[in-house]
């Protein structure tokens, strides 16, 4: 699994190309995230959101095996997150959305 990026701030930079890149639907899943604390509904569209995300290092499965196992068994991903980035993510997103 790839690490979590344990700073806060996420560079300008890799905004713009995480913008570029993610699919439309990844305000939603943050924001289900957020509200949920970590638990998202398991859908094709959550799981490609997840691949996105993952890939730079902001979230992840969670580690624990018994906890992942049993969120899946009732259909839902359970993550590793750092929530100040996904907020910080989850505004710079919807003000891009609302431009």
Do not use: H, Q, W
């Not at 699919?23 to 289900?32: A, D, G, L, S, V």
């Amino acid at each position: 699994m790839k690490k979590l990026k344990n700073d806060l701030e996420i560079n300008i930079e890799e905004i713009k190309e995480l913008y570029l890149s993610l699919p439309k639907e990844t305000p939603i899943f943050i924001k289900e995230c957020l509200e949920k604390r970590g638990k998202v509904l398991i859908t094709e569209i959550s799981e490609t959101c997840l691949s996105y995300l993952e890939s730079f290092g902001i979230c992840s499965l969670t580690s624990d095996n018994f906890i992942r196992e049993y969120s899946e068994e009732i259909g839902y991903y359970a993550l590793n997150y750092n929530k100040k980035i996904f907020e910080e993510l989850f505004a710079y997103l919807e003000s891009k959305k609302s431009s």
